[in-house]
T-cell receptor
Framework: GAVVSQHPSRVICKSGTSVKIECRSLDFQATTMFWYRQFPKQSLMLMATSNEGSKATYEQGVEKDKFLINHASLTLSTLTVTSAHPEDSSFYIC?????????????FGPGTRLLVL | DAKTTQPNSMESNEEEPVHLPCNHSTISGTDYIHWYRQLPSQGPEYVIHGLTSNVNNRMASLAIAEDRKSSTLILHRATLRDAAVYYCIIDYGQNFVFGPGTRLSVLP
C-alpha cells in the first residue's frame, strides 16, 4: 500500500516558538494532502486541506495565520505551528490522496506528537 | 457532522469473527464507504472501502446493505493485534469526517 511519512514523530518546544512538521508521500504523488489534529481520547478533526501549488483551505475555527500550510510539491506538505502555546499540544496527523476522481482513498502518516511547555 | 453511527465499543474473543456495524442513512449514490482503524499513538490505517458491492481483501470484508444505508466490517478471525478504534467514514467529496468510531477489544 501507499506510504506516508511524517517528521518529526514527536517534538517538545517552548511556548512562543514555531514548529514545522513535514508530511511526505513516499511512493505516490499526492494531489491533495490533509492535516488533522487529535486530542487525547477524541477523534481526528480536520484542520485543513491543501492542493499542490495552491493555498490551503482551512476548516472553520482553525487560524490560518497560526497554522501555516505549504504544499510545495506533489510529495511534500508542511504544517508550521507558529508561536505555539500549551493548548496547541496535540497529535497532528497528515494524510495524502492521489486523485479523488480515481476514487483513491486517503493514506495517513504515523502522526507527530507536539508538546508545548 | 460525521453522519455515521457506530457502537462506542465492542468485544470479541480471539480467533472468532467480528462484525462491526455502521449506519449511514444519508449516503448518496456516489459516496464511497471507507473503513480505517487506529491503534494508540498511531495514524489511522486503511482497512477497506467500497461503493455498492461487497468487498474482500487480506485484512477484512465489507458487506454493504442493498439500500446502502448501512455496512458491516467483518474481521474473519480476530487477533490481539486487531484491538483498535475502527472508523466508518463516508466519502462525500474531498474531506473525511471522523466520528468517535468503535473501540474493539479482543480477549485472549
Amino acid at each position: 500500500g501507499a506510504v506516508v511519512s511524517q517528521h518529526p514523530s514527536r517534538v517538545i518546544c517552548k511556548s512562543g516558538t514555531s514548529v514545522k512538521i513535514e508530511c511526505r508521500s513516499l511512493d505516490f504523488q499526492a494531489t491533495t494532502m490533509f492535516w488533522y489534529r487529535q486530542f487525547p481520547k477524541q477523534s481526528l478533526m480536520l484542520m485543513a486541506t491543501s492542493n499542490e501549488g495552491s493555498k490551503a483551505t482551512y476548516e472553520q475555527g482553525v487560524e490560518k495565520d497560526k497554522f501555516l500550510i505549504n504544499h510545495a510539491s506533489l510529495t511534500l506538505s508542511t504544517l508550521t505551528v507558529t508561536s505555539a502555546h500549551p493548548e496547541d499540544s496535540s497529535f497532528y496527523i497528515c494524510s495524502a490522496r492521489a486523485d479523488y476522481f480515481l476514487q483513491e482513498t486517503q493514506y495517513f502518516g504515523p502522526g507527530t506528537r507536539l508538546l508545548v511547555l | 457532522d460525521a453522519k455515521t453511527t457506530q457502537p462506542n465499543s465492542m468485544e470479541s474473543n480471539e480467533e472468532e469473527p467480528v462484525h462491526l456495524p455502521c449506519n449511514h442513512s444519508t449516503i448518496s449514490g456516489t459516496d464511497y464507504i471507507h473503513w480505517y482503524r487506529q491503534l494508540p499513538s498511531q495514524g489511522p490505517e486503511y482497512v477497506i472501502h467500497g461503493l455498492t458491492s461487497n468487498v474482500n481483501n487480506r485484512m477484512a470484508s465489507l458487506a454493504i446493505a442493498e439500500d446502502r444505508k448501512s455496512s458491516t466490517l467483518i474481521l474473519h478471525r480476530a487477533t490481539l493485534r486487531d484491538a483498535a478504534v475502527y472508523y466508518c467514514i463516508i466519502d462525500y467529496g474531498q474531506n473525511f469526517v471522523f466520528g468517535p468510531g468503535t473501540r474493539l477489544s479482543v480477549l485472549p
